[in-house]
DNA sequence: CGTTTTATTCAGCACGGTTGAATATTGCCC
DNA sequence: GGGCAATATTCAACCGTGCTGAATAAAACG
């Protein structure tokens, strides 16, 4: 696209973490549909081709370029460790302390696009729920993970993804107060 | 596209309907994405460029053949009648009979479209709360009915908008079953 | 060194939403 | 009732999008 000589370029200049990361910016300013392979492709300096043969599709880019951010693996481990007393509130702050850094106000209604939900399903349903489960044994631990898994779903959907304002504006120790009877009770 | 010859056509046929109609079937099977107004225009038996013309948009399109239903006024008010104790089963009974309803069991869409996004928060934020904290009394109404509307939308989230295949296939008593506790908790 | 593998640009296809022009029918007004 | 604007429709084309195959140049490896 840019007069850029064809072939390989000199040195081995890590193009596409180069990608990954012009990526993520427009992501997460304009969304999934927001964000054209070639606005991406601009913005790193090289031809829209290379996301295609780097990340195999624009789906690809996005998973490899924000899963790590929304669906960090392991983000909410450390709140599946300790006594089952305070499951409910650790993970509700691992919840907040999260969302609330990644998603600074304003760009938050960028993730209503119908890809990232399926990323955020994903990630909802074969990552949490299984732990959830696992965490909790017992008999009733699907139906008990799937409980808490919809309430922590209703926090995150009323509070980032389709911001209702009354809960939107609690603070963490507010909104542990509020949904953590509810948490409990699912679990 | 298909020899209907051209100019406006006799008799008058209420072909904005039909396009609606055909729109809807087809969003609820394939999603907003995955319909193209093509296949709308086809299955209405129409040109592509009607849509435009009656709709304006494919968003424009969207709404009016899918709002109607989703934001149906007063639909929990009966819900809203009664003893306490079994508030949560009715809010829950409410919430899925009349979803189960419009969304024909296997095909839930994604309500990505922002300007449904923005109704059914406004509906959760100014109907379904202030009523609830109306109905509830007391000192920490607000707190509750928040906690309650939390709740609700996370059923609503993880079963109707952003489906979890666990939490879609439960059946209505199923859903009473797991969310009953946690919305009972949150009241 | 020669060969294979890899990283890159370029040109273009296929598809999807939207638009402007042409055209036929209805509905209104005198 | 006849003329004329408004309306509803088709047709053809445009522009942006994601993606792909061919060409090419540097690196990697023996």
Chains 1, 2 share one sequence.
Not at 18 to 23: F, H, S, V
Not at 29 to 57: N, P
Not at 133 to 162: K, M, Q, S
């Amino acid at each position: 696209m840019l007069n850029k000589t064809r072939g390989r370029p000199r040195g081995n200049p890590d193009t596409k973490a180069a990608i990954a990361e012009a990526a993520r910016v427009l992501f997460l300013r304009h969304g999934y549909k927001g964000t054209t392979v070639r606005a991406v492709a601009a913005a790193a300096g090289v031809d829209q081709a290379l996301i295609s043969y780097h990340f195999g599709s624009k789906q690809g880019l996005f998973g490899e370029s924000l899963n790590l951010l929304c669906a960090r693996p392991g983000a909410l481990d450390h709140a599946l460790v300790g006594d089952r007393a305070g499951l409910a509130d650790r993970l509700i702050t691992a919840v907040t302390t999260l969302w609330d850094a990644t998603a600074p106000t304003e760009n938050r209604m960028a993730l209503q696009d119908d890809d990232t939900m399926r990323a955020f399903r994903d990630y909802l349903e074969s990552e949490l729920l299984v732990r959830l489960a696992e965490f909790l044994g017992g008999p009733d631990a699907t139906a008990r993970a799937t409980a808490a898994v919809g309430v922590i779903g209703g926090l995150i959907f009323t509070r980032y993804l389709n911001p209702l304002r009354p809960i939107a504006a609690l603070t963490p120790a507010e909104v542990r107060r509020v949904f953590g009877p509810a948490l409990r009770a699912a679990l």
